[in-house]
């Protein structure tokens, strides 16, 4: 029930509105009257170790998932999503990337080497990039012609948050990061248990 003050208000009001309704009617016929009741905010978000604990999930199962397209951040358990985050990603945010310097962000299927806090960026979760699968497209498009001569294959990808203070970045929606996916540093400070270097995987998709 809504304890609200608007809702309560309206439920005191409502025999008299629907008296003198009827009173100007001139009480011979019953008038309907709709009491419009106040909804209060919607509840926040229950944190992810919240959720990971009511459910009685297993922390080893969680794994992630980017949608490049939707600027998403999705946690999962199994195949059932558990949370999403909004995200920006690298300056060119369509297609994968080719080199070192071309500001895209990896597509494929990932792992974490290491996680730590960052001066800079709250806290710096590294991307297991490139890794065999990367290395094999970077080859296939070499041979192909298709990355420029001088150009090695990159790295020093990975999740990172924002200058303390600076949540709009990511709230803006606009892409500014060199390839990494960065996130509001709430959001990383709620992932960052949940990383096991090696084990943890990521799927990023177009």
């Known amino acids: 029930m809504d304890h609200s003050p608007g809702a309560f208000i309206g439920l005191l009001l409502a025999p008299l509105i629907m008296g003198c309704l009827a009173e100007a009617a001139g009480g011979s016929q019953p008038v309907a009257a709709a009491v419009a009741v106040v909804e209060g905010p919607a509840p926040p978000p229950r944190p992810l170790n919240v959720l990971i604990d009511s459910l009685r999930l297993d922390p080893k199962t969680i794994r992630f998932h980017v949608d490049k397209s939707e600027r998403e951040f999705r946690v999962l358990v199994n195949d059932s999503?558990?949370?999403?985050?909004?995200?920006?990603?690298?300056?060119?945010?369509?297609?994968?990337?080719?080199?070192?310097?071309?500001?895209?962000?990896?597509?494929?299927?990932?792992?974490?080497?290491?996680?730590?806090?960052?001066?800079?960026?709250?806290?710096?979760?590294?991307?297991d990039y490139p890794n065999a699968e990367s290395w094999k497209r970077y080859n296939e498009r070499k041979a192909q012609g298709l990355i420029p001569a001088g150009k090695d294959i990159g790295g020093e990808i990975g999740i990172h948050g924002v200058p303390d203070g600076y949540d709009h970045?990511?709230?803006?929606?606009?892409?500014?990061?060199?390839?990494?996916?960065?996130?509001?540093?709430?959001?990383?400070?709620?992932?960052?248990?949940?990383?096991?270097?090696?084990?943890?995987?990521?799927?990023?998709?177009?």
Not at 103 to 115: D, L, N, V
Not at 172 to 198: F, H, M, S
């Open 81 to 127: 999503l558990l949370k999403t985050y909004p995200c920006v990603l690298g300056e060119k945010p369509v297609g994968d990337k080719f080199h070192q310097g071309d500001r895209k962000t990896p597509e494929g299927t990932f792992t974490f080497r290491s996680k730590r806090v960052h001066d800079s960026w709250h806290k710096f979760i590294w991307v």
């Open 169 to 206: 970045w990511i709230d803006a929606g606009q892409d500014w990061t060199w390839g990494c996916i960065a996130l509001r540093n709430a959001d990383v400070d709620e992932i960052y248990p949940y990383i096991r270097p090696e084990k943890t995987m990521m799927v990023i998709e177009p």
